[in-house]
């Protein structure tokens, strides 16, 4: 009789401890809300703290704007300017706010705010199990500082004399452009130590973006006159280099699907990766004004999403295109939408 109670509550304890497993598949409202598909960061106006955070399903039927604040009922902050992801975890740079919020990628819940040795934060890669955050005001400091992901402390910071801006990895390190606004022509490496180990100068244009994909790094950079896409691989050494002659001001690359997308103003270039010829434009925004109307762009799921900020003040128009340029959504997000991510 004592062995078949022991045995009931040995199964009423096992129960027990399933129904909780599954409890915690819920966010804290016991919603089933996943937010699994393009993640939008909207910068807000400078000094107001209506930076946010906008969703848009895999098969772009509709957007939901505003899901930090639903989720947490406060706030996000001021400057929404990067998001990266690791694990279950999306870290979220705040950068008039001086922090990084962390949440649940999938259910937007907060689960901690980092802002030791945080100001002014750029963006964020993640690394060997560490994050990494460039710092920048202008004129005062630049630097990256690194946290250990599995608990958010604080490791090391590394002092810049050079403007960082946009920071990827590949292989096991991470490389910093040191170039912004469309001016610098250098990339930075740290090594999995956490130790600077070279310097690479691209050899022709300013850089307008670096991006990682499939264990190699691309910058892009022009020369006021041509386009120029540099390969760099995980070691650190410039591999490739392909010149687009004759597209001036080439800006916002993005690579997926082994095909290489960016804009010159209102014209959007589609290529493969492994061309090195100069593509005709793709298809052509119309009317176009000023850089805002191109403000972001990202290629993801096959479809190239892209962002016009208007006046800087009203909500952003996001469009969303396929590779020949049939316009296939339209949706009003946040405030100056400065980023799209597969989530």
Do not use: H, W
């Amino acid at each position: 009789m004592k062995f078949n109670k022991f045995l009931k509550y040995i199964f009423a304890s096992v129960v027990l401890t399933i129904a909780s497993c599954k409890d915690d598949d819920f966010d804290f409202n016991n919603q089933e809300t996943s937010y699994s598909g393009i993640i939008l960061s909207n910068e807000g106006l400078f000094e107001k703290s209506n930076g946010s955070i906008s969703f848009i399903p895999n098969d772009i039927s509709t957007i939901e704007n505003d899901i930090y604040k639903k989720v947490n009922n406060e706030n996000l902050g001021d400057v929404v300017n990067n998001i990266g992801f690791s694990g279950d975890k999306a870290y979220i740079a705040v950068n008039n706010s001086n922090k990084i919020e962390v949440v649940n990628r999938f259910r937007f819940n907060k689960v901690a705010t980092i802002t030791d040795n945080i100001k002014q934060p750029r963006y964020i890669t993640i690394s060997n199990g560490q994050l990494y955050v460039t710092n920048s005001k202008y004129g005062e400091y630049n630097y990256v500082s690194i946290y250990n992901v599995d608990n958010n402390k604080f490791v090391k910071k590394i002092d810049f004399s050079d403007t960082v801006e946009r920071i990827v990895s590949a292989g096991n390190k991470v490389f910093v452009q040191n170039a912004s606004y469309g001016f610098g022509n250098t990339i930075t490496v740290i090594n999995n130590s956490n130790d600077v180990e070279k310097t690479i100068s691209i050899p022709n244009g300013q850089i307008t973006k670096t991006v990682s994909y499939e264990n190699s790094v691309y910058v892009l950079a022009n020369d006021f006159a041509d386009t120029y896409l540099y390969q760099i691989s995980s070691a650190g050494n410039i591999t490739k280099q392909t010149k687009y002659a004759g597209i001036a001001y080439g800006e916002n690359l993005s690579i997926d699907n082994n095909k290489v997308v960016f804009n010159s103003k209102g014209n959007i270039y589609v290529t493969d990766l492994s061309s090195t010829t100069t593509p005709a434009p793709a298809f052509t925004i119309s009317p176009f004004e000023d850089y805002k109307t191109v403000y972001t762009l990202e290629y993801l799921n096959g479809k190239i999403f892209i962002s016009d900020v208007k006046d800087y003040v009203e909500d952003s128009k996001i469009s969303v295109y396929t590779l020949a340029g049939g316009l296939e959504k339209t949706f009003s997000s946040g405030k100056i939408t400065v980023g799209f991510y597969k989530n």
